[in-house]
């Protein structure tokens, strides 16, 4: 029996793995340009949003998912700005060692899991709220962690090309 699954969860788990499978691309190539920093942090934050709109819904507080998304912010912007990456001199676009792109596709990752785990909770039974719960929050930790290191090496690529 269905409780509570509806068709948004299937455009979650589309956004989810759009997210994950750009940022497998994004691992796989030698350079990345500035707007493809982007994509998956978009499809992170739209799959997040969904996730709290339900849990909204459910008259979940709204700052704990601010909060959430703050730390994760906090964490994509400081991964960002640590890591390693050669600045080509010519088009804005940088390149990384594979071992520090393989974060974003574990956060990616981490999102789908995140939906999916949604998705179980909705058809399982109710008593799995605080799954549902756990499952919006950490999507909301992931978009902002995909957000911030997006920013931050977008921040770090516009100051190199200004010296």
């Known amino acids: 029996m269905i409780f509570q699954l509806n068709i948004l969860h299937g455009l979650l788990a589309i956004g989810a793995i759009g997210c994950a499978y750009l940022a497998l691309r994004e691992v796989?190539?030698?350079?990345?340009?500035?707007?493809?920093?982007?994509v998956p942090p978009f499809l992170g934050c739209a799959v997040a949003f969904g996730l709290v709109l339900i849990q909204l819904a459910a008259n979940h507080p709204s700052w704990q998912f601010g909060a959430a998304l703050l730390v994760g912010l906090t964490a994509g912007a400081a991964r960002g700005f640590t890591m390693q990456v050669q600045i080509d001199?010519?088009?804005p676009r940088f390149q990384a060692r594979p071992a520090t792109k393989r974060v974003l596709l574990w956060v990616s990752l981490v999102l789908?899991?995140?939906?999916?785990?949604?998705?179980?909770g909705a058809v399982q039974s109710p008593a799995l709220a605080p799954v549902?719960?756990?499952?919006?929050?950490?999507?909301?930790?992931?978009?902002?962690?995909?957000?911030?290191?997006?920013?931050?090496?977008?921040?770090?690529?516009?100051y190199a090309h200004r010296d």
């Not at 789908?112 to 179980?120: G, T």
């Not at 962690?145 to 920013?151: P, S």
Request: with cysteine; glycine share 4%.
């Open 28 to 38: 796989r190539r030698p350079y990345v340009s500035v707007w493809r920093l982007f």
């Open 89 to 91: 001199a010519y088009r």
């Open 132 to 158: 549902r719960f756990f499952a919006a929050m950490l999507a909301t930790l992931c978009a902002g962690t995909l957000v911030g290191r997006a920013t931050a090496v977008t921040a770090r690529l516009r």
């Open 112 to 120: 789908v899991l995140s939906v999916s785990l949604d998705a179980v």
